[in-house]
């Protein structure tokens, strides 16, 4: 071989041994482009290396010096690719497959929610659907058709939370009561669970938003018989309760209006701290619907009589869960909630 053609191969082997030694994407990629360019058996800077045999005495030397550049550029840059490669393996996370795996965080349904899901089924059986309305009302759904007179205190703009334009948040869910009687013909079964607002003090019992749950049932021949009836299955149901009792109560929307109470299953009668010592738990509001309702929601009130009550899912939570203040129910504090939902899950 001329140094002529000596030169042009030395030329391509470092040509083409950069080209694949400066492509290589991983370790093992490198390593044959190592054996292919460098390595001692096949590699191409081998073969150059023998071809200088062939070169004639007063040639060799400048062959000679452009072998050695070849290979010299050749192997470091086998090295400085060696190197980034092991750098970028480097820089990633390594697993260790020894650690323990990480428990998967399951969510869970809140405990008020447990409540309202367990009243609704209850009251599913009964034969009663959901009804469901909006949050800001006008202030006739909301007192006007309920029979609020207007100088109800309730009315007072200490009470209630108005909006601008003449709106206001629900204070109860009832306005859904009188949406359900515009749209459909009795018989009606509803049972109505929702936000309602008030301007409360956030306190150990009291909320400014609250969850509320109401029912209504209206068709020819209802009496107070069907109140006590559906809502003591409801009370034993539920809370187990094997007595309740109607009190003589108030409310502008219904006539006659009671507030039922249910022993107290802690004590079983006898007074504690839970019942404030009455032996009996407040639960919820009731009555018959009051004919001024029907006859604003344009039912007729000679032809259809009927009853309704309201509740607090949060206090009943309370009670079944023996939370000791409601702005726990508020809070988000996981620990907390994931105590409910763990004894939830085991009932
Ligand atoms: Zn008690």
């Not at 409801?234 to 094997?242: D, E, K, L, N, V």
Request: charged content about 25%; overall charge negative.
């Amino acid at each position: 071989m001329d140094l002529q053609a000596y030169l042009q191969e030395a030329d391509a082997v470092e040509r083409d041994g950069s080209a694949a030694l400066e492509s290589a994407a991983d370790t093992a990629a490198l390593e044959a482009a190592r054996i292919a360019v460098l390595g001692d058996r096949q590699g191409r800077v081998k073969a150059l290396q023998e071809a200088l045999r062939s070169i004639s005495k007063e040639d060799k030397p400048a062959a000679g010096k452009r072998f050695n550049e070849a290979r010299t550029k050749l192997e470091s840059l086998h090295e400085s690719r060696k190197a980034a490669l092991s750098r970028e393996t480097s820089g990633k996370p390594r697993e260790d497959l020894s650690l323990p795996g990480r428990k998967a965080w399951r969510g869970a349904k809140h405990p008020v929610t447990l409540v309202i899901e367990e009243i609704e089924g209850i009251f599913r059986e009964l034969g009663f659907t959901i009804a469901l309305g909006p949050d800001a009302e006008t202030e006739w759904y909301n007192f006007g058709a309920l029979n609020f007179p207007p100088n109800h205190p309730a009315l007072d703009a200490h009470d209630t939370l108005y909006l601008e334009g003449g709106g206001l948040l629900r204070t109860h869910t009832s306005p859904v009561q009188v949406r359900t009687l515009q749209k459909f013909e009795p018989p009606i079964r509803v049972l109505i669970p929702g936000y309602a607002y008030r301007r409360d003090f956030f306190d150990a019992s009291h909320a400014p938003a609250f969850m509320q749950i109401e029912g209504l049932c209206i068709d020819e021949g209802i009496s107070f018989v069907d109140l006590k009836a559906t809502l003591n299955v409801f009370a034993a149901r539920f809370f187990g309760a094997a007595k309740t009792r109607f009190r003589p109560s108030f409310f502008p929307f219904t006539e006659p209006s009671a507030e039922m109470d249910v022993q107290c299953g802690i004590c079983g009668g006898s007074g504690c701290a839970a019942c404030k010592g009455t032996g009996w738990i407040e639960i919820l509001g009731s009555g018959m619907v009051h004919p001024k309702v029907l006859e604003a929601a344009g039912v007729d009130s000679e032809r259809y009589t009927g009853w309704a009550f309201g509740m607090g899912p949060a206090r009943m939570a309370i009670s079944r869960y023996g939370i000791p203040d409601i702005r726990i129910l508020y809070d988000s504090d996981m620990r907390f909630l994931e105590q409910i939902a763990g004894s939830a899950g085991d009932r």
